[in-house]
């Protein structure tokens, strides 16, 4: 079945570091890939996507870009802030139209500053 | 504002009683879903429901019920039958459709359920 596979956290960073955050999948055919935040004490929201192979997401300076020869769709941002301490979810959409996502388990971000 | 509304933010449960979460939303979406969310597991899914009158077990449905008499409501009912119901639980909506972006998930804020 589908999966979808994070890097444990918590991922600890000061203020101003690059972050990335990886995320792979397994699926077949051509999923569509989320990255979803938690914020404390909150439910999840989108934060950005990407539907087909190369496309970009991008949103308030985070960056995913779904590479389907590596099978990923690693988190990016250049300078991390203390507002950006959460948690990052990684999901896939299959391709076969089902609307259940299959979601990872989660990374904690800690941001110092 | 259109969203997810859950309710009560904080529940305790004692032995051997049923409680009752609420999720309601007015996106006018056509499914909803129950999640738990228990620490380093992410989130696992309970029940979802893509109509009205229509709901379908998750990978863990045991000890809870749920019922979908409106579109706008889906409450979950964690049952004494659930032996260990300390968790996070969020509920979701979504369109459903072919368009990927019809199954973007919304979620409420959450309901924090303890064990007295």
């Known amino acids: 079945g589908d999966s979808v596979t994070q890097m444990e956290g918590p991922v600890t960073l000061s203020e101003e570091a690059f972050l990335t955050i990886n995320c792979t999948y397994t699926?077949?055919?051509?999923?569509?890939l989320f990255w979803y935040v938690q914020y404390p004490g909150e439910g999840l929201q989108l934060l950005l996507k990407?539907?087909?192979?190369?496309d970009k997401g991008s949103n308030k300076g985070f960056e995913a870009t779904y590479r389907k020869e590596t099978t990923s769709f690693h988190l990016e941002k250049g300078s991390v802030q203390v507002s950006d301490s959460a948690v990052y979810f990684c999901?896939?959409?299959?391709?076969?139209?089902?609307?259940?996502?299959?979601f990872g388990r989660g990374t904690s971000l800690i941001v110092h500053p | 504002d259109g969203g997810i509304t859950q309710s009560p933010k904080y529940l305790f449960r004692k032995e051997g009683q049923n409680v009752t979460l609420s999720c309601e939303q007015n996106?006018?979406?056509?499914?909803m879903y129950w999640y738990r969310q228990d620490p380093g597991q992410g989130l696992r899914l309970i029940y979802y429901?893509?109509?009205?009158?229509?709901?379908q077990k998750g990978d863990i449905a045991e000890g809870y019920s749920v019922s979908r008499e409106k579109k706008e409501s889906f409450p979950l009912t964690v049952t004494s039958a659930q032996k260990n119901p300390t968790a996070f639980y969020l509920c979701?909506?979504?369109?459903?459709?072919?368009?990927?972006?019809?199954?973007?998930?919304?979620f409420g804020a959450g309901t924090r359920l303890s064990v007295l």
């Open positions: 699926a077949t055919g051509y999923p569509s």
């Open positions: 999901a896939l959409h299959a391709s076969g139209g089902s609307y259940i996502p299959t």
């Open positions: 990407a539907t087909k192979a190369d």
């Open positions: 979701a909506s979504s369109i459903v459709g072919r368009d990927y972006d019809k199954n973007i998930q919304y």
């Open positions: 996106l006018n979406h056509d499914a």
């Open positions: 429901s893509q109509i009205v009158n229509d709901f």
